[in-house]
């Protein structure tokens, strides 16, 4: 007789405990426990990894551990997010809001790779009829790919060992089911199981397994952080629905960097790589406006010219607005105080909102000082010339810390015709740079002359 057993499963931080209560133990949060019911027997063997066989410690220098080859998916950037390519076995979860292109991306690279791999694309959200009609649409080669719309993962294993694909897709892990776990779909103990069985079963099958996941509104997986833990690498299709490019982010990988940035643009042929990106966020005209300069950030190996703008207005509300978009809201209110502290400017009764042009996300602390240029400018009602760049980080006390990679920041934007450059003074080339002047700072009252 098969036991099984009851346990509750914390949804954020995967924890198990034998009673429902309203707060879990380990990680605090509130309302995530759900109950989940295990073939007692098997799963704690399972868990373990325990075979019942006597396995026996090595050296790790005993292991021949042989450079894995790895796939290429026919797309540059995806490749450069994924640390050079898909490595067989591995399983690869895709995130991202409805409708940023998962499975548009998806569909394009299985249908390019099914020429050389045997892929399957399984989808529980879309007919089958749908993928073809778009797949067609973007002039795909249709011919090799099998496809097939199914949401119990019992039927997709017994199809994974008729086909023995090497590439699989599960579009997308919400909508899955095992039969024998009683609960929703999308549900943590759904979600999680799911996701373990076709895990074990591409480890065991030499598969790549890509998984699509959807997100919450806050920007979280959806369904259990466990997730996370499971996969091999994460990434993050990020953009607005209504933005031409969409950014492809690592935020987890055990082949390669993280925060590797890989940038597309969703054109009526799908989604289209752009190789180089570095000026694609610029949108500045020859007229130069008060409240915004463009600067350099640096995204994974590339440089980036990114325009950041600023606008500081007398506010009409008792507790005037502090608004970042594309920016850490954080480093905005850390900002305006050193701005205060060290540059006398107070903006305690304005609104301050700050925006990255182009709807990218800007996570680098090399940021800071165009932020600060931006709403000095905006106040001020001074318009920075347009053909000035400025990068830097900025310390508690004032002063501009240098950043990484410097040199190649400001031969980026000597490349795109910018003709001066604020950096920090430790950032400044030992060499001039032709067609650039460079102007270092070391606190941020210079930086306020400066401008
Ligand atoms: P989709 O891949 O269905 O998103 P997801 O699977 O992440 O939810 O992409 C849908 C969006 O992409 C939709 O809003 C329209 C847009 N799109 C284009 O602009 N061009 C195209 O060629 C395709 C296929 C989609
Ligand atoms: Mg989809």
Known sequence: MVKT??????????????????????????????RLSVDNTSSKSRRRGYTGQLEQAQSLSDISAVDVERMT?????????????????????????????????????????????SALYVTGEESLAQIAMRAKRLKLPLDDLKVMSQTSVESILSVWDELKPELMVIDSIQVMNLEDVDSAPGGVSQVRECAAVLIQQAKKTNTVLLLVGHVTKEGNLAGPRVLEHMIDCFVMLEGDNDARYRTLRSS???????????????????LIEVSNPSAIFLSRGEESTAGSIVMVVWEGTRPLLVEAQALVDESALG???????GFEQNRLAMLLAVLHRHGGLQVGDQDVFVNAVGGIRISETSSDLALLLAIVS????KAVPSDTVCFGEVGLSGEIRPVPNGQERIREAAKHGFTRAIVPKANLPKKPIPGISVIGIGKLEDALNEI
Do not use: H
């Open 5 to 34: 057993k009851t346990v509750y499963v914390c949804g954020d931080c995967g924890s198990e405990f034998a009673k429902w209560q309203g707060q879990c133990n380990d990680c605090s949060e509130w309302n995530t426990l759900t």
């Open 319 to 325: 507790n005037p607005r502090r608004v970042a978009v």
């Open 252 to 270: 987890k990988n055990r082949f390669g960097a993280v925060n590797e940035l890989g940038v597309f643009a969703m054109t009526e042929r799908g």
């Open 73 to 117: 998916t026919g797309s540059e950037e995806f490749d450069r997010v994924l640390g050079g390519g898909l490595v067989p076995g591995s399983a690869v979860l895709i995130s991202g809001n409805p409708g940023a292109g998962k499975s548009t991306l998806l569909i394009q690279i299985m249908c390019k790779l099914s020429s050389q791999f």
């Open 378 to 381: 905006s106040f001020r009602d």
